[in-house]
């Protein structure tokens, strides 16, 4: 949690203390809120507070970002965390795996047929 600024770290503090419906993993720098009213009241309590600006509508698994922080609707819940926790939760593993492996065949080919 070092390299969070101050802000961010209000911005936690404030969500952790909230007393609906959140599950806080601080060394994800992620929470998630399990309800869309929980969500609406601590975006509300942060906007009144000047820790957010204005949030875009969030449908359909988008991600909206809020400076560093993004909120992502997954299922019946929903998840505020740190950008780039949240790249990495939204990045297909499988892909990801898929990906690597292409890449690592192509290379083992060309160093077995030129060197």
């Known amino acids: 949690m070092n390299d969070l600024s101050p802000l961010e770290i209000k911005i936690l503090e404030l969500l952790s203390n909230h007393p609906?419906?959140?599950e806080e993993d601080i060394i994800y720098?992620?929470?998630k809120i399990k309800s869309k009213n929980a969500l609406e009241s601590i975006l509300?309590?942060?906007d009144t507070q000047g820790l957010i600006a204005k949030v875009n509508d969030f449908k359909n698994n988008k991600?909206?970002?809020?400076?560093?922080?993004a909120i992502?609707?997954?299922?019946?819940?929903?998840?505020?965390?740190?950008k780039s926790v949240c790249k990495q939760t939204n990045f297909?593993?499988?892909?990801?795996?898929?990906?690597?492996f292409i890449i690592?065949?192509?290379?083992?080919?060309i160093c077995k047929c030129f060197f």
């Open 20 to 22: 609906n419906g959140l």
């Open 29 to 31: 720098s992620k929470i």
């Open 44 to 46: 509300d309590n942060l």
């Open 63 to 69: 991600t909206v970002w809020t400076g560093k922080w």
């Open 72 to 82: 992502l609707e997954q299922g019946n819940s929903f998840l505020l965390c740190y």
């Open 92 to 100: 297909n593993k499988w892909k990801e795996c898929l990906y690597s």
């Open 104 to 109: 690592g065949v192509l290379v083992g080919f």
